[in-house]
C-alpha cells in the first residue's frame, strides 16, 4: 500500500481514538522507519503530554521495541470485532494515551534506562474473588464454589453464574415483604480480587479489590438502598418511582437510572463519584450537588464540602475493563491501586519520589512488568519481594 500524509494522519487519528485494528496499527507503525513520520509522530506525542505537564518534554522512545511488544503478544490472541481487536492490545503493554509509551516522569528525562525490576520473585494479578455473606450469617467463597444455585432467601435465588457473576432472582409477590427487606446480604472482594454482582432489580455492580457492598436479597418500599464501602461501578436499572441511593462514607448517591462510579476506600482519604451516563445526586445532608455525564463530585473525609471537576470517565472507570489507567497521577496513588490489585505491602526507602505517571496497561500482567515499565521513567527503582514491593531511589537517579 502506497504511503500518503493522508493516510497517515488517518491511521494516527484512528490510533488515538483506539479504534484501530491490528492491521491499522501494523501500518501505522510501518511510517516510523521514514523520518518525516517519525518526527510528526514525536511531534504529536510530545505536543499531547505537555497539556498534561507543562514544561516537560516528554522522554526518547524505542519504537521498535514497543511495537515488536504489541504485535508479539497482540497475535496470540483470537479477533472479534474491532473494538476487542484495541483492547487486547491494550492488554499487551503500555497504551497510548497520546502517542508513543504512556509512562512519564514529571522531570525532563530523555536518557533510557535500564530495567532492574526483580524478576526472581514476581507476583501474579487479582482474579474473581469474592465472599457472600447471607442474611442468617453464612459465608460462601465464591471463587471455591461451583456454578449454580448458593441459596435461597424468601423466594429470591442466589446464584453463581458460569461466566463469575453473582445474580439475584427475586420472585414477585403480593404478600409481606417486610422479611426479605431485612434479609441484608455482603459481598466482599479481598485484595487481589473483584467480583460482578447482578442485583434483584436488575441493576449491574462491578466490585474492585478490598471493597464491599450491602444489599437486601429484594428490594422493597419506596428506595432501592445499597451501602458500599471501597470502590464499585454501578449500571443502575431504571425506576422512576424507587430511586436507587448508595450509602459511602458521608455521602449518599441518589439515582433512578445511570452509570456511574464510586470510590471511597479510607486510605484515600475521600469519596469521589463519577458520573458516565445519567444523572446523580450527591448528598451531604446540609450540601448536595447534581452531576452531569463527564463530571466527578469529590468528598473530603470530615469535610462538608462538595467539589465537582470534569474527568476523563475511561480513567475512572476502566478498572473494570481490566485496565490500569493514569492521568498525571501521584506514585503514592498508583502504588495503592497496585497494592489493592495484587495484595501486597509497599515499603518506601527514603523519601517518596515526586513522580507522576500517565500511562495505561493491562490489570492481567504479573506485577514486574508494570514496574519495570515505571522504573523506565527514571530515578526510581522497585524490588519485588514475598508479597512486598520495595520502591527506593534509583542509583544515579535524579529524585531528592
Not at 46 to 69: C, H, Q
Not at 169 to 174: E, H, I, P, Y
Request: proline content about 3%; charged content about 25%.
Amino acid at each position: 500500500m502506497e504511503r500518503t500524509n493522508e493516510q497517515f494522519e488517518n491511521l494516527l487519528n484512528r490510533y488515538l481514538d483506539k479504534s484501530c485494528s491490528l492491521e491499522e496499527l501494523k501500518e501505522l507503525f510501518s511510517y516510523i522507519d521514514l523520518p518525516e513520520y517519525r518526527e510528526r509522530l514525536e511531534m504529536v506525542m510530545d505536543e499531547n503530554y505537555k497539556t498534561l505537564v507543562p514544561g516537560v518534554e516528554a522522554r526518547e522512545i524505542n519504537w521498535d521495541e514497543m511495537f515488536s511488544s504489541i504485535v508479539e503478544d497482540k497475535e496470540k490472541r483470537k479477533v472479534r470485532s474491532l473494538w476487542s481487536v484495541w483492547m487486547p492490545i491494550a492488554a499487551a503493554i503500555v497504551v497510548m494515551l497520546s502517542v508513543g509509551v504512556l509512562i512519564w516522569a514529571n522531570q525532563q528525562q530523555k536518557k533510557q534506562k535500564t530495567s532492574t525490576a526483580s524478576v526472581k520473585k514476581d507476583i501474579a494479578p487479582g482474579g474473581n474473588k469474592a465472599v457472600l455473606k447471607l442474611a442468617d450469617g453464612t459465608e460462601i467463597v465464591l471463587d471455591g464454589h461451583s456454578t449454580g444455585i448458593l441459596a435461597n432467601e424468601d423466594g429470591t435465588k442466589i446464584s453463581k453464574t458460569a461466566d463469575g457473576m453473582l445474580l439475584y432472582d427475586a420472585a414477585k409477590s403480593d404478600g409481606d415483604e417486610t422479611l426479605a427487606k431485612n434479609h441484608i446480604n455482603t459481598l466482599t472482594t479481598p485484595s487481589g480480587g473483584q467480583y460482578m454482582l447482578i442485583l434483584p432489580d436488575r441493576s449491574k455492580v462491578w466490585l474492585n479489590a478490598e471493597s464491599s457492598i450491602s444489599y437486601p436479597s429484594a428490594f422493597s418500599g419506596e428506595e432501592r438502598n445499597v451501602t458500599l464501602v471501597g470502590e464499585a461501578y454501578f449500571e443502575v436499572a431504571k425506576d422512576k418511582q424507587h430511586p436507587f441511593k448508595v450509602k459511602a462514607g458521608a455521602a449518599e448517591v441518589e439515582v433512578l437510572g445511570t452509570h456511574f462510579n464510586i470510590m471511597s476506600y479510607a486510605e484515600e482519604g475521600q469519596t469521589q463519584v463519577a458520573l458516565a451516563e445519567g444523572s446523580v445526586r450527591v448528598d451531604l445532608g446540609n450540601n448536595s450537588r447534581t452531576l452531569i455525564p463527564g463530571q466527578q463530585a469529590s468528598v473530603k473525609v470530615g469535610s462538608t464540602q462538595i467539589s465537582l471537576r470534569n474527568v476523563d470517565i475511561d480513567e475512572v472507570t476502566n478498572w473494570k475493563n481490566g485496565l490500569f489507567q493514569f492521568d498525571n497521577t501521584p506514585l503514592e496513588q498508583v502504588m495503592r491501586q497496585i497494592k489493592r490489585w495484587y495484595s501486597v505491602d509497599v515499603v518506601y526507602q527514603g523519601v517518596k519520589p515526586d513522580l507522576y505517571i500517565t500511562g495505561m496497561i493491562s490489570r492481567s500482567n504479573n506485577v514486574s512488568k508494570i514496574l519495570a515499565l515505571i522504573e523506565e521513567t527514571g530515578g526510581i527503582d522497585f524490588e519485588i519481594g514475598d508479597k512486598q514491593i520495595i520502591v527506593k531511589k534509583a542509583k544515579g537517579g535524579t529524585h531528592d
